[in-house]
């Protein structure tokens, strides 16, 4: 059965610190990593990761794959309120519809 | 931008009512999903759909059945609502094999 595991599944922070989250995955037929932000309503994309080693970035955030060991974290460095959502990590397969998503990471960022 | 809207934000049903969730896409896409989000379980599948009138069960079908007459839409039926299905709904799509899902912004469903 696959399996996407997030951690930690929440994480209280500062404004102006640097988080990590973590996902890994066990997953048959892997075709790419995807993580999601969600704030009140619906889940928005921030990355898809496909290769390994090769950091995608997009302002204060970025993400990095590890095919070997089977995990992707990612980073937000200067946090700001604005960053407080759930953050969701997908792995996502050969077969349609089967993006299997971990339970998420709650974060809270304090001002 | 992608749109998928899901007709309705919050709903209040009785045990054993039917309940319609309503999902529409305006891109053309394949593939749409139906997903409930519950706190510490992340989200879960339903059913999910690659083409018109074709369906195909996810991790958690039971107690749900899915319609999808056009391409457009993809519709989530409860026959008969049950407690346990008070749950958010998140309907998606996807271009197909893409991978990248776009969400509505999701059903609150409560059942009393």
């Known amino acids: 059965e696959d399996k996407v595991v997030q951690s930690p599944l929440s994480l209280v922070v500062h404004e102006g610190d640097t988080v990590t989250l973590n996902c890994s995955y066990e997953v048959t037929n892997f075709r790419s990593l995807l993580w999601y932000k969600q704030e009140k309503k619906a889940p928005t994309f921030l990355f898809m990761l496909?290769?390994?080693?090769i950091e995608k970035k997009s302002g204060r955030l970025s993400s990095i794959l590890d095919k070997k060991e089977l995990f992707s974290i990612l980073n937000i460095t200067a946090t700001q309120t604005g960053d407080s959502a759930i953050y969701l990590c997908?792995?996502?397969?050969?077969?349609?519809?089967?993006?299997?998503f971990g339970d998420g990471t709650t974060l809270t960022v304090k001002p | 931008d992608v749109k998928v809207t899901q007709s309705s934000r919050y709903l209040v049903k009785r045990t054993g009512e039917k309940v319609f969730l309503e999902c529409v896409q305006d891109m053309d896409h394949e593939n749409m999903f139906w997903y409930r989000q519950d706190p510490g379980l992340g989200l879960r599948l339903i059913y999910f759909?690659?083409?018109?009138?074709?369906?195909e069960k996810g991790d958690i079908p039971e107690g749900y059945s899915v319609s999808r007459e056009k391409k457009e839409r993809f519709s989530l039926i409860l026959e008969s609502a049950s407690t346990n299905q008070t749950s958010m709904y998140l309907c998606?799509?996807?271009?197909?094999?893409?991978?990248?899902?776009?969400f509505g912004e999701g059903s609150r469903l409560t059942v009393l």
């Open positions: 759909s690659y083409d018109v009138k074709m369906k």
């Open positions: 998606a799509s996807e271009l197909t094999n893409t991978g990248e899902l776009f």
């Open positions: 496909t290769s390994s080693g």
């Open positions: 997908a792995s996502d397969n050969t077969n349609a519809g089967k993006s299997t």
